[in-house]
């Protein structure tokens, strides 16, 4: 049971889990991007305002050599030379300032590449450094930015409008497998209360499994029905009527009952109700004779209140505690089997009104129970075949469609395949 439920529930919840972090992750991402790009960006410009300062330093230095440089001919000046030596002194200097003067030019066209060269040069290995640096520090940003990231989680938020997009592939699972409506909406308003506008926690999955379990816990709790204690305390016989359509293990799930009841040291009688169907009273009667318990019986087409209205008397007179009214498999909208019912409840006044519903039927299956419980107020359920049923989704909704709880579960075709509805057991096969 639940098969194909808990894996596909298993792969939603870790896929929502995962989108819900990543939404906000992807907020913090963005802004610490941000942050680091305009710390580059600033960098960048100090380095630009560097190398522009570099330059300017350098041409100063050469216009204050060069003023250094000018005192020398005076001191020369101060020498006593003869007008022989001044002459050749006066040659030599112009011969050689010629040849400097051409130097001087092209160095003037050359130098300046060869200044922006170096410069660039220098510029690329400060940004080298940079970058050497950073690959340094990498390790410790990583690590302190995925902290900042982690801690983020813990403020951080999604809308109303993100969580209706994260919350459509539990949606979809759920619907899949046969959930009805009003539980996903209840699923869905408990989550949101939890997640939407709110600081997340660190871990995002655990308070989802967290609140699908409490939720799941509040759809599938309800006060239980004690049969044994109410036939024990009761001092006339307990009856139990039992409703839904055909085919869906009515009349098997009442001999399962009846061997429940003896099982438990309660006597039982049998009324077989359903006039209409063909072979529906040696079906009883087969069952009866296999348990050992007696059978109220009349023939086909006779009235079906009459029936149930000898077997409470023949359970009054030997003081037999149970009664169990199997009563024909009808549609609500058939009108003349609708009116039986009602003169039966009205002749019998059964204590207990039991629907009997096919669990792998799913979305059909609630419906029944859902219009059973509009004309007539039950007082709980039992699902058939839930042994094979992957989907379970009847399981988790016809308690909270018809706010009554579901007593048995028909896990199947011995009379011991009974099994009494425990919450904890149906979460623990869910996985929770």
């Known amino acids: 049971m639940f098969g194909k439920l808990k894996e596909k529930l298993k792969q939603a919840v870790s896929v929502f889990s995962k989108k819900t972090e990543e939404a906000v992750v992807e907020k913090v991402i963005e802004k610490s991007v941000e942050v680091k790009r305009t710390k580059v960006e600033d960098k960048k410009k100090e380095i630009k305002e560097t190398k522009k300062e570099k330059p300017a330093a350098k041409k100063s230095s050469k216009k204050e050599q060069k003023k250094k ?73 990583r690590q302190s930015f995925f902290g900042k990231v982690k801690t983020s989680l813990t403020t951080k938020k999604i809308s109303a409008e993100k969580f209706e997009e994260l919350f459509w592939d539990l949606e979809l699972a759920f619907l899949e497998n046969n959930v009805s409506v009003e539980v996903i909406e209840k699923i869905k308003e408990d989550l949101k209360k939890e997640l939407v506008d709110k600081p997340l926690p660190r871990d995002v999955p655990r308070k989802i499994e967290e609140t699908l379990k409490q939720t799941l816990t509040e759809i599938l709790s309800f006060d239980k029905v004690d049969l044994l204690e109410l036939a024990e305390k009761k001092d006339k016989p307990l009856v139990i009527a039992f409703f839904g359509i055909n085919g869906t293990g009515k009349t098997t799930s009442i001999a399962k009952l009846a061997h429940y009841f003896q099982k438990h040291k309660l006597s039982v009688v049998l009324a077989a109700c359903d006039t209409f169907r063909a072979a529906a009273i040696q079906q009883l009667e087969e069952h009866a004779d296999k348990l050992g318990v007696k059978i109220i019986k009349h023939d086909y087409g006779a009235d079906a209140a009459a029936v149930a209205f000898d077997a409470i008397k023949y359970a009054e007179k030997n003081r037999i505690k149970v009664v169990l009214l199997d009563t024909a498999g009808r549609l ?84 011991e395949d009974l099994e009494e509805f425990d919450a904890e057991v149906i979460l623990k096969r869910l996985g929770f």
Not at 112 to 129: L, N, P, R
Request: aromatic share 6%; net charge negative; proline share 4%.
């Open 69 to 141: 440089v000018k005192p020398a001919p005076e001191v020369r000046e101060e020498k006593k030379e003869t007008p022989k030596e001044k002459a050749e002194e006066v040659i030599t200097k112009k011969a050689a300032e010629e040849p400097k003067e051409e130097r001087s030019f092209f160095k003037k066209i050359f130098g300046k590449k060869e200044e922006e060269e170096v410069e660039e040069k220098e510029a690329k290995e400060e940004v080298i450094e940079e970058i050497k640096e950073e690959k340094i520090e990498e390790p410790e940003e």
């Open 332 to 415: 609500h909208s058939n009108t003349n089997l609708m009116q039986e019912l009602e003169k039966i409840l009205r002749v019998a006044k059964p204590d207990l009104k039991i629907f009997v519903g096919e669990s792998i039927t799913g979305n059909d299956c609630i419906e029944q129970a859902k219009q059973f419980n509009d004309l007539i107020e039950m007082d709980g359920a039992i699902l058939t075949k839930a042994d094979v049923d992957e989907k379970g989704g009847a399981a988790l909704s016809i308690s909270y469609t018809i706010k009554k709880p579901i007593l048995f579960l028909g896990m199947g075709q011995r009379y």
